[in-house]
């Protein structure tokens, strides 16, 4: 996806790139920090890139994309003066070209009413608070949304999804704390459908100690959903948080095992200097990444763009 997809006007265009660019300052200032550091007056040469590589690896690109990026901006350019502007350039191309097909929109079929999305997720990651945003952005566009609180196990999370319903004009379905949560998600799609909801976003619980536990019960949330709708859930949206690093790519491993995700949410990037995770997991799962996280407020989540992301860690200035 590129820039004018994500937002219309030209003006809000470069209101959310500096948001963007803000976001992902701690990234971008580590990484060109270091950067400038590096290259200062000294010529281009195999200590230099191999240098590169490390604060790449210490961003948490991993090490082959590490590898790559450093390897491409070595290419022909040693024993060359190169500012520190020109090596910003090639990061950000060459992260552009890594990411660009993990960039890929989350579409609602309209034809699929509800279109139902399930979020997973270990707790904390930022579910319910993605939901709320996903639940603002649908509405703006015009569709009906319905949010059901899928996590029925703190009495917390399901106040925390009932106050983004409200401030998103969004019905939700609830049960009491402890309440079965497929049960819950059975009922809230009949009610979608009896009420002509276009999208259903249903949230889960993520508690990581009792595992088999919480597989179990996402896998019986699908099976109950597909006795009203087959081809339920639309997509399954796994939300991970940038800041636990590598930690990540383990999530993925075994949400990808039990939950069929179709796409993924990274949201925190605003709290991490190692955002570079996200490449990692975009060349090592090649999943979509439909939408990023910068930030609590309900404005503070977009549509993922190469591009402009690449660019953004690469600290360029537009
Ligand atoms: N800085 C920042 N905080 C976030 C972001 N997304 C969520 N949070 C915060 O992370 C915490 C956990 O979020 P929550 O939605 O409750 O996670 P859940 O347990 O997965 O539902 C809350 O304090 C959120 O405000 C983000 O993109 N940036
Ligand atoms: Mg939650």
């Given at each position: 996806m590129n820039d004018s997809t994500t937002q219309t006007s030209g003006d809000s265009r470069q209101s959310w790139w500096r948001r963007l660019r803000g976001g992902l300052s701690r990234t971008s200032s580590a990484i060109t920090a270091a950067i400038t550091d590096l290259i200062s007056k000294r010529k281009l040469d195999a200590g230099v890139v191999e240098e590169l590589e490390e604060l790449l690896i210490r961003a948490d690109f991993g090490v082959d994309v590490a590898g790559r990026i450093a390897g491409a901006v070595g290419e022909g350019r040693y024993d060359k003066i190169i500012s520190s502007e020109e090596v910003k350039a090639i990061l950000a191309a060459e992260i552009e070209k890594i990411l660009v097909p993990a960039a890929r929109p989350l579409v609602?079929?309209?034809?699929?009413?509800?279109f139902v999305i399930l979020v997973a997720g270990?707790?904390?990651?930022g579910k319910t608070t993605t939901i709320g945003k996903l639940a603002s952005r649908f509405s703006r566009e015009g569709r009906q949304v319905m949010l059901a609180a899928?996590?029925?196990?703190?009495a917390a999370a399901i106040e925390q999804l009932k106050i983004w319903g409200e401030r998103t004009g969004s019905p939700v379905i609830a049960g009491a704390q402890g309440a079965d949560a497929a049960g819950l998600v059975f009922r809230a799609l009949e009610a979608a459908r009896a009420q002509a909801i276009d999208v259903l976003i249903v949230d889960t619980a993520g508690r990581l100690q009792t595992k088999a536990g919480l597989m179990g019960e996402l896998q019986k949330i699908v099976r109950v959903m597909k006795k009203l709708d087959p081809a339920a859930p639309h997509a399954v949206l796994l939300v991970l948080d940038a800041t636990i690093g590598q930690n990540a790519l383990s999530q993925v491993r075994e949400f990808l095992k039990v939950?069929?995700?179709?796409g993924l949410v990274m949201t925190k990037l605003d709290g991490t200097a190692r955002g570079g995770i996200l490449v990692a997991i975009a060349t090592e799962y090649r999943l979509p990444v439909h939408f990023i996280g910068?930030?609590?407020?309900?404005?503070?989540l977009a549509p993922f763009g190469a591009r402009e992301f690449a660019q953004a860690l690469a600290g360029i200035e537009r």
């Open positions: 609602i079929d309209g034809a699929s009413r509800p270990v707790n904390g990651s899928g996590d029925t196990f703190r939950a069929g995700v179709t910068i930030g609590e407020g309900v404005d503070d």
